[in-house]
């Protein structure tokens, strides 16, 4: 009903920047909140950041100050940007949203992308 699709993974150098997309589609009335978790190899799956429809953010002790959420409503997207990274940052980075579908039914049901690889070198 709903698809997450990811792009912006890759290969980069400590200190380094890239930028993180995630566009959802299907069958949308609304979104709540979208994010990001990622998990790094050996690891649990651990929050990285998330901005709701009033633009609420949040973001893990560990990027703040290096990465930045933002989203575009209409077009159902959220990216993330990461600055400054770390490779302690390498992660397969998930995004996720709470959508609303369109039909009667008012719950929100979280829906996940397949994941993005992000590698930091050192």
């Known amino acids: 009903q709903v698809q997450l699709v990811e792009s912006g993974g890759g290969l980069v150098q400590a200190g380094g920047s890239l930028t993180l997309s995630c566009a959802a589609s299907g069958s949308i009335f609304s979104i709540n909140a979208m994010g990001w978790y990622r998990q790094a190899p050996g690891k649990q799956r651990e929050l990285v950041a998330f901005?709701?429809?009033?633009?609420?953010?949040n973001y893990a002790m560990s990027v703040k100050g290096r990465v930045t959420i933002s989203r575009d409503n209409a077009k159902n997207t959220v990216y993330l940007q990461m600055n400054s990274l770390k490779p302690e940052d390498t992660a397969v980075y998930y995004c996720y949203a709470e959508v609303r579908l369109r039909g009667p039914e008012r719950n929100n049901w979280r829906y996940w992308g397949q994941g993005t690889r992000v590698t930091v070198s050192s």
């Open positions: 901005i709701t429809s009033g633009g609420i953010i």
